[in-house]
């Protein structure tokens, strides 16, 4: 790398462990004599055009642990997907600050962000390196094995569930929660994680990899209902049609209520929408009263209590190597994780193009015949991304008592 500056900036949604990237990337850049200062961009690209920066060469590193150890975005973030004109934008500030080395901490929107700076860089013979730093609690980077964040907000889904297990069986009832997951559903298939026992919930898992039908929903519960007397469901929130149309569009188009996000798309996450219509599905449906549903929303993403101790690794560790594949080897690129042995990780550096723009969903390995929960397969996956020992739940083992009037 050319002697100059080194920039760091957070896009996206917030994570539990998205800080210990950053940090290790700090901590790593700021060794390098030929790093002049290590700046961090506030609010994403959004800052970089407007030239909000921190100066985090003079933070101190006893300050920097403990922002690592902290939830969400410490630089703060963006929905921002820039185009070109946006890209232009951000180069122009990158020279004029005599920023060498960008790294960008998010997903596959970020990484796209990363290639097409890049791309503008070469063609104005700009010395200019920039990594992405892979970072979503979707899981859904492409070549990555997992994802820095997925197995913090895997914790909580899990935790969530089994709470909401032993609260449905002591009441009785239907309940419905929505999980975050547009196009893939690996946080929502999480949630199997909580059962202990055979008659654990969530009995049904519904995920985006899979076409939605409310009729087949409607008899599943009603099967499970009949078999358990209660009912717990996992729901992704970009379940779909056999066309492609969410399901909260599908149901809800009576309500003429469907919002939409900074890029366009429908506003699956935080309205409760879904949860609502598929709890008054199901009491039109089937006639049952006691019918509940959440919508989980942004509390999965930096819920502190439950952070993962490999992901915080991890997540630490993608940002020095971000570092040292930029510093040591002059490269440009997307650091990816991938598994090795029994539960070991190795980092490598992929082309930007090999990410930017693209989706990874759940392979079908990971999901069962029916379509309503997953295989073994894919806990075998997750569990060791789980770090430390989850929470156990137990039941009550006395023999019942024999009846003397209600024989």
Same mark, same amino acid.
């Given at each position: +790398? ?39 961009? +506030? ?57 060498? =080395? ?128 209660? =009912? ?90 971000? =570092? ?84």
């Amino acid at each position: +790398m050319k002697a100059g500056k080194v920039l760091v900036a957070q896009g996206g949604g917030p994570t539990a462990v998205i800080n210990q990237s950053l940090v290790g990337a700090v901590l790593e850049a700021r060794k390098f004599s030929l790093v002049d200062r290590v700046y961090g961009a +506030m609010f994403g690209v959004k800052g970089i055009v407007n030239e909000d920066f921190l100066d985090l060469t003079q933070e101190t590193t006893h300050n920097l642990e403990r922002v690592a150890a902290t939830p969400g975005s410490a630089l703060g973030s963006t929905r921002d997907k820039p185009d070109e004109a946006y890209c232009a934008e951000i180069l122009k500030v990158l020279i004029a600050h005599n920023i060498r =080395c960008f790294f960008y901490i998010g997903g596959n929107d970020s990484s796209d962000t990363l290639r097409i700076v890049q791309e503008f860089a070469q063609k104005q013979h700009y010395e200019l390196i920039t990594i992405h730093i892979p970072k979503t609690i979707d899981n859904d980077l492409t070549v990555n094995d997992h994802t820095p964040g997925y197995p913090s907000a895997a914790r909580f889904v899990i935790s969530a569930f089994a709470g909401l297990n032993l609260d449905n069986r002591a009441l009785p009832g239907i309940y419905v929660g929505v999980v975050m997951g547009r196009n893939a559903g690996f946080l929502t298939a999480a949630s199997a994680l909580g059962r202990k026992c055979r008659d654990d919930g969530p009995h049904l898992i519904y995920l985006p990899e899979r076409n939605f039908d409310i009729n087949h929903f409607l008899a599943d519960v009603k099967r499970v209902y009949d078999r358990h007397g209660r =009912c717990v469901v996992a729901v992704s929130e970009g379940i779909h049609d056999t066309t492609g149309a969410p399901i909260v569009t599908t149901l809800g188009q009576q309500a003429g209520q469907m919002e939409r996000d900074a890029h366009g798309n429908i506003q699956l996450s935080g309205t409760g929408a879904l949860a609502d219509l598929l709890t008054d599905s199901i009491k039109r449906g089937l006639g049952i009263k006691r019918v509940r549903g959440d919508t989980f929303g942004y509390v999965q993403r930096s819920f502190l209590g439950v952070v993962s101790d490999v992901d915080q690794r991890e997540a630490r560790e993608v940002g020095e190597k971000a =570092c040292q594949f930029a510093l040591w080897h002059g490269a440009s690129g997307s650091v990816t994780i991938h598994r090795v042995g029994n539960y070991s990780v190795e980092y490598r550096l992929d082309p930007l193009v090999a990410v930017a723009g693209k989706t990874k969903v759940m392979p079908d390995a990971f999901i069962n015949s029916s379509g309503t929960d997953v295989t073994d397969a894919f806990q075998l996956y997750l569990q060791p991304l789980l770090g430390s020992r989850m929470p156990e739940t137990f039941r009550l083992r006395a023999p019942i008592v024999p009846k003397v009037l209600r024989k």
